[in-house]
């Protein structure tokens, strides 16, 4: 049978001893490679780090983005009637000149329904003739009526003037003269009933041809109207420029008031430029922009702001001065967005990854063969710097690369 050996005391103290040194060491090791990433203080290799110096210069408030060169001005190409594509009379990308044919639509329904109100309006039209005469020829005939009874009026009167003296002498009847005087009073008692009927029918039919003349206007420009909706099957073009789209095919069939296409004015363009949301409140129209044309700095202003956001940004229309060389439709540009005014005596510090980490409140400032940690205060930022209003001096030398491997340090030994 095999027998167990027991260890000694002084074996077993050996073992712990062995285990607790390795255990030491390791830590040793480790905080060797990583000295200080918790501590106060931690020692950096210098040729990885930038370091700035902080000078006094001019800082110019802006914002640098990028714009897309867009026409200032589009007219967009819409069937007014719809119909089936008969021919394309020009291509996508040709120059074109106001009132010259495009596109040529064909719509069997709106032609059947224009001859239909060619009919009707010529046939509203003749019987507003037909009324008109009839209404004048009972004017003329009123009229002859009246002329009719002043004449048996001034015949009855003669004859009565002639019969009174014969029916003094006894040669007439006095039956006679009683029937012309009847007869006297009968047509002027016409010619008054006759008098009121013409003034109440001439008021009447100033009335009716006042209607019917409307009427008749209104028909024409009816008529008017639907030969013109039939001349709009031939889209011309509103204005002269580049016709930048025309979406038409050959026998396709298009609906009432779909986009054809657009006509973009040539030597007149505008930037579009997206923003993010947090300047929103920042931006105004009339603001001063830079842009960077050819190695040259043209002047323009924010001519138009559309404060809808889309995903976290909104966008902003710049107008650029006419007669610009050099640039194109869908062209990028760069921008500078003068959010300010310029200071002239500003503390600079240059832009750099050291802001992620410490978000602007702190630094570390180089100070020999060491850098310490400094609280700061930094005000506006552009392309290029931050503005620093307290904390540092000009001629500080400031570490502007990332702090995210010795942020918790408060003193960094470059080594």
């Given at each position: 049978?095999?027998?167990?050996?027991?260890?000694?005391?002084?074996?077993?103290?050996?073992?712990?001893?062995?285990?607790?040194?390795?255990?030491?060491?390791?830590?040793?090791?480790?905080?060797?490679?990583?000295?200080?990433?918790t501590g106060?203080?931690?020692?950096?290799?210098?040729?990885?780090?930038?370091?700035?110096?902080?000078?006094?210069?001019?800082?110019?408030?802006?914002?640098?983005?990028r714009?897309?060169?867009?026409?200032?001005?589009?007219?967009?190409?819409?069937?007014?009637?719809?119909?089936?594509?008969?021919?394309?009379?020009?291509?996508?990308?040709?120059?074109?000149?106001?009132?010259?044919?495009?596109v040529?639509?064909?719509?069997?329904?709106?032609?059947?329904?224009?001859?239909?109100?060619?009919?009707?309006v010529?046939?509203?039209?003749?019987?507003?003739?037909?009324?008109?005469?009839?209404?004048?020829?009972?004017?003329?005939?009123?009229?002859?009526?009246?002329?009719?009874?002043?004449?048996?009026?001034n015949?009855?009167?003669?004859?009565?003037?002639?019969?009174?003296?014969?029916?003094?002498?006894?040669?007439?009847?006095q039956?006679?003269?009683?029937?012309?005087?009847?007869?006297?009073?009968?047509?002027?008692a016409?010619?008054?009933?006759?008098?009121?009927r013409q003034?109440?029918?001439?008021?009447?039919?100033?009335?009716?041809?006042?209607?019917?003349?409307?009427?008749?206007?209104?028909?024409?420009?009816?008529?008017?109207?639907?030969?013109h909706?039939?001349?709009?099957?031939?889209?011309?073009?509103?204005?002269?420029?580049?016709?930048?789209?025309?979406?038409?095919?050959i026998?396709?069939?298009?609906?009432?008031?779909?986009?054809?296409?657009?006509?973009?004015?040539?030597?007149?363009?505008?930037?579009?430029?997206?923003?993010?949301?947090?300047?929103?409140?920042?931006?105004?129209?009339?603001?001063?922009?830079?842009?960077?044309?050819?190695?040259e700095?043209?002047?323009?202003?924010?001519?138009?702001?559309?404060?809808?956001?889309?995903?976290?940004?909104?966008?902003?229309?710049?107008?650029?001065?006419a007669?610009?060389?050099?640039?194109?439709?869908?062209?990028?540009?760069d921008?500078?967005?003068?959010?300010?005014?310029?200071?002239?005596?500003?503390?600079?510090?240059?832009?750099?990854?050291?802001?992620?980490?410490?978000g602007?409140?702190?630094?570390?400032?180089?100070?020999?063969?060491?850098?310490?940690r400094?609280?700061?205060?930094?005000?506006?930022?552009?392309?290029?710097?931050?503005?620093?209003?307290?904390?540092?001096?000009?001629?500080d030398?400031?570490?502007?690369?990332?702090?995210?491997?010795?942020?918790?340090?408060?003193?960094?030994q470059?080594?």
């Amino acid at each position: 049978m095999d027998k167990k050996i027991e260890r000694s005391g002084l074996q077993k103290h050996l073992k712990t001893g062995v285990a607790v040194g390795l255990i030491l060491a390791t830590a040793l090791a480790y905080a060797f490679v990583q000295p200080g990433s918790t501590g106060r203080s931690q020692t950096v290799a210098l040729n990885s780090l930038t370091i700035s110096t902080v000078k006094q210069g001019q800082f110019i408030d802006a914002l640098s983005l990028r714009g897309q060169v867009v026409p200032k001005t589009t007219i967009y190409l819409d069937t007014v009637a719809g119909g089936r594509v008969e021919e394309r009379l020009v291509e996508q990308g040709e120059y074109v000149e106001q009132g010259q044919p495009l596109v040529r639509l064909s719509n069997t329904n709106l032609q059947l329904d224009v001859m239909s109100r060619e009919a009707q309006v010529t046939e509203q039209l003749n019987f507003l003739r037909n009324t008109q005469m009839n209404m004048e020829t009972s004017r003329l005939n009123l009229r002859r009526d009246l002329l009719e009874i002043e004449l048996q009026i001034n015949h009855l009167k003669r004859r009565y003037k002639q019969s009174v003296q014969l029916a003094k002498k006894g040669v007439l009847a006095q039956d006679t003269l009683d029937e012309i005087k009847d007869d006297l009073a009968y047509y002027q008692a016409r010619k008054e009933l006759t008098l009121d009927r013409q003034k109440q029918e001439n008021t009447i039919r100033e009335v009716q041809v006042a209607q019917l003349e409307d009427s008749a206007e209104m028909l024409q420009k009816n008529l008017k109207f639907a030969r013109h909706n039939l001349d709009n099957l031939l889209i011309k073009a509103p204005v002269s420029g580049y016709l930048s789209e025309l979406d038409v095919e050959i026998g396709e069939s298009k609906e009432r008031g779909a986009r054809l296409g657009q006509i973009d004015i040539p030597d007149e363009y505008k930037l579009t430029v997206r923003l993010d949301e947090f300047y929103l409140n920042q931006v105004h129209s009339g603001m001063a922009v830079q842009v960077s044309l050819d190695s040259e700095q043209v002047n323009a202003q924010v001519s138009k702001i559309d404060s809808r956001v889309t995903n976290a940004q909104f966008q902003v229309e710049v107008a650029l001065p006419a007669g610009l060389a050099g640039i194109k439709r869908g062209q990028n540009l760069d921008v500078a967005l003068m959010l300010g005014d310029s200071n002239d005596n500003a503390l600079l510090i240059n832009r750099g990854a050291f802001y992620t980490s410490s978000g602007g409140n702190w630094v570390y400032v180089v100070a020999g063969d060491s850098a310490v940690r400094k609280d700061i205060v930094l005000g506006k930022k552009n392309r290029d710097y931050f503005e620093v209003l307290e904390g540092l001096a000009p001629g500080d030398q400031v570490i502007t690369s990332s702090y995210s491997q010795f942020d918790k340090a408060q003193t960094l030994q470059l080594n």
